[in-house]
């Protein structure tokens, strides 16, 4: 269990994998290393190693910044070629830069000679250096010409120690700055006159915080060559510490780290490819709470000003941004978020009343609290009070409403200020109402389209066939007559704008063709890396001062030209406010890139399945968004696409959060052909259409499919597919059982807008089944979901989606006529 969590411990472990270093031939004989030797940093990888080949020291690539060096020891065998000590994480050197073992220790220096670091002697005239060694435990050590050591790694620590590593008085252990940088970081283990804990240090100056977590009194800590923990008292005793259990040792590697996020994990490896590093123990138990204790009181928290914090059962931190919030670096999500809009809050008056309130509005946020933003309490309020207050209040970010359930809705308001502090998230804190004040969607340029006024269209519908059946024959007649036109004319109106649209998308079809070289510089050498699609990564880039998203397809996948050539001539044909938009290719030996616009909040899968549940308004311009946006692949452009592979993941947000379809590296074109029966099935599991399974032909129909599981998915915040929830595993099952008894209220158990449109969340559900069904061709197609999201078509009820596995009366129901 804790093994295949632990995998996802630090990414840098699994990013570091792909800095393998092959090892220099064995160096002779003798594994000491003489006066006078050098490595130098290039592409030789030379390292000088341990007998065993466990520990290697040398120069390796940085990850974040691929044409510099970092002088580091790591553990040779294990493929992720953990680094264990750095030289000059800080500072990391030019190629061809050289450390060499001198007469008075190893000094670092630049290609020019120019010393940069260099070890400094613990003890003072214990004569010159004799030798050097990388031992099997992975000290480096400096020997002089009396025996004596005159520097070890393991007496200078970087963020990690090994079994047979003890930390003094006056010894710390600094965290790494981030999964990809071993610049020093916010956190540090450290005695501070007998007592070991954990501290922030303010980045500014590098002072010491307070510890935010004490870990014991004492005067040393031990790692003990079993694997174990423990804790040196003052009088000489040791205690244990941790972990209960170890592994045997010598069937594993250990380390204990002090990771970028704060935690000071224990880990272990097996040496095998697949495991990775797995999580023996770690402290403190849940590091988001740590920081809001009575200690240290103020602070950033792990996750920086205005984030909400999460710890993982594996100890892992996930931080989150709040609505109307951005992450500072998209890379680094523990540095902290900002507003979207700095003068998000609007101008106060002279009397500091928010000037246009009306074009704010509050999200809810279950479960979240920021205990250190306070200014105001007033008590005892009701919740219109509480919102009123912070709607006028200019300074008034946040309200929070305590305790209202006690007593008839009345409650202490906290009222907090920016910037937000210690945000944390505790599902079982449920006695308090926090809501968020936001700009209202509606005053943005790129406002998505909005729900309401199709449910006025509808008003209007029925208000005319109410006149109708009230009145005279002839009077009935007229009206028909009047209604027909006005729907004729409707209807002409948005042809015309449909047209209008792919006129315009003919005019910007105008792919750029890139150089790989200007892609390069564009993402300064692939270095931020946004994440992975089907058949390559994405990577951050500029281009003259817009951010675009730049994937790189991999080499080795041999579909690699397929995925590219079907990549450019889908979007590049396409265009609409619904699908992402590629701005150009590069097509240069062997690299293929594509170039997009960069989408900011990420992607549906990540705003889903956080820790924060989207507003519902939210949720809804997003349903309506992806079917609008496959209507037009399906129906709309002048080839039939059909996408095959939708799913949260492939769905990107832009700044005002409108869905925008992505990742057609599975899609079909359908040209002049009517079937098409696979042998491959494509796309994702949990998503895929029952007739991938069979051999019936595949239609648009597997994308109306993939829509329904992921209708569901954002009526009610989950996945797909959840083990854990045992019973309630398959989202679809588990809501069609639901459904089916009238007890939709469990879809949507802690969410109290949706529990407070009713009316709507049965319309979804309603649609995700009909889009479900089994068979193909009783799902509507695209446009009638877009229709009855809308509504502008009424849903009737579903029959039960699964061919084989209704309950009798279930499947009694009629096949409606669909437009
Ligand atoms: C050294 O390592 C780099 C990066 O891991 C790799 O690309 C290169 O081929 C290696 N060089 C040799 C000589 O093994
Ligand atoms: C390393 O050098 C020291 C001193 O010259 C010598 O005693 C020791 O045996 C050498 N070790 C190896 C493995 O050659
Ligand atoms: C390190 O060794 C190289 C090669 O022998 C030499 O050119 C360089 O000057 C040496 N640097 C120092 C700082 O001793
Ligand atoms: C720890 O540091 C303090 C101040 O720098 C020094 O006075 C003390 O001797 C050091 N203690 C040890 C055990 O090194
Ligand atoms: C390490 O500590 C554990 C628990 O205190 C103990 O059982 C074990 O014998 C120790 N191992 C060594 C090598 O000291
Ligand atoms: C050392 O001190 C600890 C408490 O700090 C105590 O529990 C332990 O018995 C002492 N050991 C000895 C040998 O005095
Ligand atoms: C930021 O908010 C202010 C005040 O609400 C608004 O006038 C301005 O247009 C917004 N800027 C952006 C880029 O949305
Ligand atoms: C909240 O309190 C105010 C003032 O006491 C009162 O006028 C209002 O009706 C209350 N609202 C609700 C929803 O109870
Ligand atoms: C979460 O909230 C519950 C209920 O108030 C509380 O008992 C628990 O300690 C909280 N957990 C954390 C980590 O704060």
């Known amino acids: 269990m804790m093994s295949s969590l632990a995998l996802f411990r630090n990414p840098l472990l699994i990013l570091l994998s792909s800095f393998l270093v092959l090892a220099a031939a064995a160096q002779g004989a003798s594994r000491n290393v003489s006066v006078g030797d050098f490595l130098t940093a290039n592409d030789q990888n030379l390292t000088w190693q341990s007998p065993s080949d466990d520990f290697e020291i040398g120069f390796r690539h940085t990850p974040d910044q ?41 000094v670092l ?23 050097a060694a990388m031992l099997d435990t992975g000290n480096f050590v400096i020997t002089s010409t009396n025996s004596d050591n005159i520097w070890e790694s393991f007496q200078n620590p970087t963020d990690t120690i090994l079994p047979g590593q003890e930390l003094g008085i006056n010894s710390t252990l600094s965290s790494a700055f981030s999964a990809r940088s071993y610049k020093k970081g916010r956190f540090q283990l450290r005695f501070t006159s007998e007592s070991l804990g954990l501290n922030r240090i303010d980045v500014y100056t590098g002072r010491s915080f307070q ?186 970010a946040v309200a929070s409403l305590e305790d209202p359930s006690l007593n ?17 998230y505790n599902k079982s804190r449920n006695d308090r109402i926090v809501l968020i004040k936001v700009p209202k969607l509606g005053e943005s340029p790129l406002r998505p389209p909005n729900l309401n006024p199709g449910k006025k269209k509808q008003n209007q519908v029925v208000l005319i066939l109410s006149v109708l059946l009230g009145t005279s024959a002839f009077f009935n007649i007229f009206t028909l007559i009047v209604v027909s036109l006005l729907l004729f004319c409707f209807y002409q109106r948005k042809l015309q704008d449909l047209k209008r649209i792919n006129r315009k998308g003919e005019i910007e079809t105008n792919l750029r063709s890139f150089t790989y070289e200007e892609l390069e510089d564009a993402t300064k050498g692939f270095k931020e890396e946004l994440g992975k699609g089907s058949f390559g990564t994405v990577y951050k880039g500029e281009l003259s001062r817009n951010y675009v998203a730049v994937k ?16 450019v001539n889908v979007i590049g044909q396409t265009h609409h406010r619904n699908l992402v938009r590629l701005l150009g290719y590069c097509d240069e030996a062997e690299h293929r890139l594509l170039v997009y616009e960069l989408m900011q909040n990420g992607s549906l899968a990540s705003f889903l399945f956080g820790v924060l549940r989207p507003s519902w308004q939210q949720r809804l311009q997003i ?27 492939n769905i990107l947000l832009d700044d005002s959060f409108t869905a925008k379809i992505s990742d057609f590296g599975l899609a079909k074109l359908l040209i002049n052909s009517k079937s098409h029966t696979l042998t491959v099935i494509r796309g994702t ?69 949706a529990r407070s449109d009713m009316g709507r969340v049965e319309m979804l559900v309603k649609v995700a089944m009909w889009c479900l069904q089994d068979e193909p061709s009783q799902r509507p197609k695209m446009r009638t979901v877009t229709m009855m999201l809308e509504g502008a078509l009424l849903v009737p009820a579903p029959p039960c989606p699964f061919l084989y596995s209704c309950k009798p009366q279930d499947s009694s129901n009629i096949n409606p006529e669909f437009p």
């Open 66 to 106: 691929q044409d510099r060096f970092l002088l580091a020891i790591w553990f040779a065998n294990v493929p992720e070629k953990t680094i264990v000590w750095s030289a000059n994480g800080d500072n990391p050197v030019e190629k061809e830069s050289k450390v060499n073992l001198t007469s008075s220790g190893l």
């Open 109 to 131: 220096s630049d290609p020019s000679g120019r010393e940069l670091w260099r070890t400094k002697s613990n003890q003072d005239g214990t004569g010159g250096v004799s030798h």
């Open 211 to 396: 510890f935010y977590f004490n870990i014991a009194d004492g005067s040393g800590l031990i790692f003990n060559k079993s694997g174990h923990i423990q804790i040196k008292k003052s009088n000489g005793s040791v205690v244990h510490i941790a972990p209960e259990n170890t592994v045997p040792i010598q069937n594993f590697y250990y380390r204990a780290t002090l990771d970028f996020d704060g935690v000071f994990t224990l880990y272990s490896h097996s040496g095998n490819g697949d495991e990775g590093w797995s999580s023996l123990w770690y402290i403190p138990g849940d590091i988001c709470y740590s920081f809001t204790g009575p200690n240290p009181g103020l602070g950033i928290g792990p996750c920086g000003f205005n984030s909400i914090c999460q710890q993982d059962p594996d100890g892992m931190v996930n931080c989150q941004c709040p609505p109307g919030f951005s992450f500072l670096d998209a890379v680094n999500k523990h540095l902290g978020c900002k507003p979207n809009n700095q003068s998000y809050l609007g101008d106060c008056n002279e009397e500091g009343f928010t000037i246009g309130e009306d074009s704010f509005e509050f999200n809810s946020m279950p479960f979240v609290d920021w205990p250190y933003g306070d200014y105001e309490l007033l008590q005892p309020v009701n919740e219109t009070e509480c919102r009123r207050s912070c709607l006028l209040d200019c300074n008034c």
């Open 408 to 424: 008839n809705g009345i409650g202490n308001c906290w009222k907090k200020k920016l910037p937000l502090s210690n945000g944390w």
């Open 552 to 567: 790189k397809l991999d080499k080795v996948v041999q579909e690699g030209e397929k995925e590219f050539k079907t990549e």
């Open 623 to 649: 349903a309506s968004g992806i079917a609008r946006g496959l209507t037009y692949l399906h129906e709309e452009c002048s080839t039939q696409i059909i996408h095959c592979d939708i799913k949260p993941q």
């Open 685 to 753: 599991k949990g998503y895929v259409a029952p007739e991938w399974f069979r051999s019936t032909p595949v239609t648009v129909k597997v994308d109306v499919y993939s829509f329904g599981v992921m209708l569901l998915e954002i009526v009610c915040c989950r996945r797909c597919v959840e083990l854990e929830m045992e019973e309630a595993a398959i989202l679809i099952e588990w809501a069609y059982d639901y459904y089916n008894e009238g007890n939709l209220g469990k879809l949507v158990e802690n969410d109290e807008e």
